[in-house]
């Protein structure tokens, strides 16, 4: 993903992570992305838990389809963001 196309996904990007979430919640998958950080390799989705295949598919599927994005050359990281209070 180019630099140019980076900014122009992150200016929507709060609404990506609510239709990726809504995407996420059809399959009724208790999973939820948490924020998107775009740069020159691809993105980096951090979600609240480890994801299964099928919901790695359905985010891959959901990126590709944006307008800004080469679905050639789409490479999703997805992190996982835990807060341990112990």
Same mark, same amino acid.
């Given at each position: 993903? $180019?630099? /140019?196309?980076? $900014?122009? +996904?992150?200016? !929507? $990007?709060?609404?990506?992570?609510? *239709?990726?979430? &809504?995407? !996420? ?8 992305? @948490? +924020? ?5 390799? /691809?993105? &980096?989705? #951090? #979600? *609240?838990?480890?994801? =299964? #295949? !099928? @919901? !790695? =598919?359905?985010?891959? &599927?959901?990126?590709? *389809?944006?307008?800004?994005?080469? $679905?050639? *050359?789409? +490479? ?9 209070? #112990?």
């Amino acid at each position: 993903m $180019s630099l /140019g196309n980076s $900014s122009k +996904f992150m200016v !929507l $990007s709060n609404k990506y992570v609510s *239709n990726i979430n &809504k995407a !996420l919640k059809d399959i009724k998958s208790d999973i939820l992305a @948490d +924020f998107i950080q775009a740069n020159n390799k /691809g993105l &980096k989705i #951090t #979600t *609240n838990k480890v994801i =299964s #295949t !099928l @919901d !790695l =598919s359905i985010i891959e &599927k959901y990126i590709k *389809n944006v307008d800004v994005v080469n $679905s050639n *050359n789409v +490479f999703v990281m997805i992190l996982v963001w835990s807060l341990d209070c #112990t």
